[in-house]
């Protein structure tokens, strides 16, 4: 039993290390990251540019996605208990013209992108 606490958290370890080494191939060292989260196997990043979500698995691999802000032309939330569960971001262009994140809470994620996004946060 000893042995299998030991090889997942070294699984666990592997996990987090290949997460993050991924994000830092993602976000080039240019652009200002305003928020980020992970929850272990996804990494959410708002940048002054961009959205960039990164996934790491074992069977699929990395796995990343980045959208301009610009290219962001609306959003919708769920919320359960005060918090933001789903950003659902209409994104033209895309399969199904949209982008749909869902989490124990998005509420940071969605007031960084507002934020950044230069129709809303900042002046244009």
Known sequence: ??????????????????????????IPS?????????????HIAVTDRRLVITKVGNWLGERSESVPLGAITGFSTH???????TLQLAVPGRTMGELMLSGDDLSRVMTALVLAMPSYGRAS
Not at 1 to 26: C, F, H, P, S, W
Not at 30 to 42: A, F, K, N, R, Y
Not at 79 to 85: E, F, L, N, S
């Open 1 to 26: 039993m000893r042995d299998d606490l030991i090889n997942t958290g070294r699984r666990e370890i592997e996990k987090v290390t290949k997460l993050r080494d991924a994000v830092a191939r993602q």
């Open 30 to 42: 240019g652009e200002t990251i305003l928020h980020q989260q992970e929850d272990g196997s996804e």
């Open 79 to 85: 919320m359960k208990d005060g918090k933001v569960t």
